[in-house]
């Protein structure tokens, strides 16, 4: 919903605050949610800060969540930040 409504804030206070308050773990469904939401919001940062999370939770980002992320980068006229703290992913 959060995506779909452009609405990348309210999609990152779900990913961190809400699942934390509840003592739950985000899945890979809810943080590409999020990451899509950034994109959409063109949000490249936020959207990076995101792929960050999947790790922590011993998640992978997959196809969806890195194709949404690289697409929000891409709209960025400073291409090389983005790509550097991709890289920075591993």
Same mark, same amino acid.
């Given at each position: ?22 003592? *739950? ?33 011993? *998640?992978?980002? #997959? ?14 006229? #400073?291409?090389?930040?983005? *790509? ?7």
């Amino acid at each position: 919903a959060c995506e779909k409504g452009h609405q990348w804030g309210s999609a990152l206070e779900v990913v961190s605050a809400g699942l934390l308050q509840a003592a *739950l773990a985000p899945n890979e469904i809810c943080l590409n949610a999020a990451v899509s939401a950034c994109e959409k919001g063109l949000e490249w940062e936020q959207s990076l800060r995101v792929l960050q999370m999947f790790k922590p939770h011993m *998640l992978r980002p #997959d196809v969806v969540s890195c194709s949404a992320a690289v697409s929000a980068c891409a709209r960025t006229p #400073d291409w090389q930040r983005p *790509l550097e703290l991709l890289w920075g992913l591993e």
